[in-house]
Nanobody
Framework: QVQLVESGGGLVQPGGSLRLSCAASGFIFSTKDMSWYRQAPGKERELVAH???????IYPDSMKGRFTISRDNAKNTVFLQMNNLKADDTAVYYC??????WGQGTQVVVSS
């Protein structure tokens, strides 16, 4: 059974940092490209970061500079380091495996 379980979300003040994790199981993690998406209330889901199975990292222009994606194939986990968070980063963050599998998401709230 495929599972993607996100964790690490929560409430953080503007300018703060969070590190999200996504633990994968039920498929061969090292063979899949992985991505982080987010969806804010009333908005469409948008790509935050993408990492290929070879470790190549891709970011939309709007996400460059404050977000860093990484993966640990030995632990079947993909990470998203988020720095200098802003109120507009408030959203549910989802982990995606090659557009085949999705996690349930983890809530991030940036507020003072």
């Amino acid at each position: 059974q495929v599972q993607l379980v996100e964790s690490g979300g929560g409430l953080v003040q503007p300018g703060g940092s969070l590190r999200l994790s996504c633990a994968a199981s039920g498929f061969i993690f090292s063979t899949k490209d992985m991505s982080w998406y987010r969806q804010a209330p009333g908005k469409e889901r948008e790509l935050v970061a993408h990492i290929t199975r070879d470790g190549i990292k891709i970011y939309p222009d709007s996400m460059k500079g404050r977000f860093t994606i990484s993966r640990d194939n030995a632990k079947n986990t993909v990470f998203l380091q988020m720095n200098n968070l802003k109120a507009d980063d408030t959203a549910v963050y989802y982990c995606d495996a090659a557009n085949e599998y999705w996690g349930q998401g983890t809530q991030v709230v940036v507020s003072s």
